[in-house]
């Protein structure tokens, strides 16, 4: 009963979440949706922040897997960071990408999201230095950078890009798709030399 109550709890503030963004989100309003009583919701999580901050925790280890698998995979590096820009497309679909920025902005304000948003980011970080580092023993130096740095960087191209896109600008996005999308020919490029 209790997993049940979550689950509906969790379904509800997503929706809620979604259609009126973290500022307009209320505790009664995602009680309402869910059909429990406003005190589950305080039993559950303590309030907003904890049930948006275990929506966006949910949410996100279910995707980090997703990415860590999918780099696993035995496909060349270039095919696997296409399947990632691919992977953007689904998270922006899904709405994970505007919870991730809901919370961001929260965070901004918040040191306790903060906090908990950064220790959800690394599990990104960590994946995209795991890759990194995959490159670096297969193509040689990656020149002035880490696969630390390169990492960073890659990770905070898909994070700029996301903000840049969840502004609803179709050029700006059309842009951010791009650049991405030719990460992925320069690795091309590099794989094939």
């Keep these: 009963m209790a997993a049940d109550t979550t689950t509906k709890i969790m379904e509800s503030a997503r929706s809620c979440l979604l259609s009126g963004g973290y500022a307009n989100l209320s505790t009664r309003r995602v009680a309402d949706r869910a059909g429990v009583p406003l005190s589950q919701i305080h039993y559950h999580f303590g309030g907003k922040q904890g049930m948006v901050l275990a929506l966006l925790d949910r949410e996100n280890r279910l995707l980090v897997e997703r990415q860590r698998q999918m780099y696993a995979g035995p496909v060349p590096l270039w095919k696997r960071y296409e399947q990632a820009c691919d992977f953007l497309d689904d998270d922006l679909a899904s709405g994970y990408v505007r919870v991730l ?13 903060a906090r908990q948003v950064l220790a959800l980011l690394q599990g990104w970080m960590d994946i995209l230095e795991e890759v990194a580092r995959e490159a670096e023993a297969r193509f040689g130096s990656l020149g002035p950078f880490s696969a630390a740095d390169l990492a960073t960087l890659i990770g905070l191209a898909f994070l700029g890009g996301e903000t840049l896109i ?25 794989e094939e030399a």
């Design 101 to 113: 920025q809901e919370m961001v902005a929260a965070g901004w304000s918040d040191d306790a999201v």
């Design 166 to 190: 969840l502004l609803g600008d179709t050029g700006w996005s059309r842009r951010v798709h791009v650049a991405l999308r030719r990460v992925a020919e320069a690795i091309r490029t590099l």
